[in-house]
């Protein structure tokens, strides 16, 4: 699965909407926030900004985001993987958290290590600039 594979699931409503196009132009942010009941920029800045990780799972609707481990290049000895929360509807530092995990293999088995506070700060950063900047795309569109 790819990022671009992930979409909403057709709405249940008698609607002829066909599901939520969160990758493309076609509708507008304000009915995707109404539909999803997250914030459809924070969703795809955390989409985009994690897409360097491989994805296991994305739920449009919880706002859960969550990708299996990656080893960076060049580095043998350990691990990351990442969980994003996209928690409401706001363009903010309240409605996005994100947890970092890191293993160290030793002795052959990977083992839980700390990970720096500034990591996971740096990756919500990121995730914040990027929704912005995807906001402001779609605010100069229309």
Not at 13 to 40: H, K, M, P, V
Not at 43 to 50: C, I, P
Not at 107 to 126: C, H, L, R, Y
């Amino acid at each position: 699965m790819t990022i671009a594979d992930v979409s909403a699931p057709p709405r249940d409503d008698g609607s002829n909407s066909g599901g939520l196009n969160l990758f493309g132009t076609s509708q507008r942010a304000e009915d995707a926030n109404a539909r999803l009941g997250i914030n459809a920029f924070l969703w795809r800045g955390a989409l985009d900004t994690l897409s360097f990780m491989p994805l296991a799972s994305a739920d449009p609707y919880g706002g859960v985001i969550n990708t299996d481990w990656y080893q960076p290049p060049g580095s043998t000895g350990e691990r990351f993987k990442a969980t994003a929360y996209v928690l409401g509807r706001q363009l903010s530092t309240t409605g996005l958290k994100v947890t970092i995990f890191r293993q160290v293999l030793q002795n052959g088995q990977w083992t839980d290590a700390p990970v720096s506070p500034q990591t996971t700060t740096d990756i919500e950063s990121k995730i914040l600039a990027r929704a912005r900047q995807l906001r402001a795309s779609a605010t100069a569109s229309n």
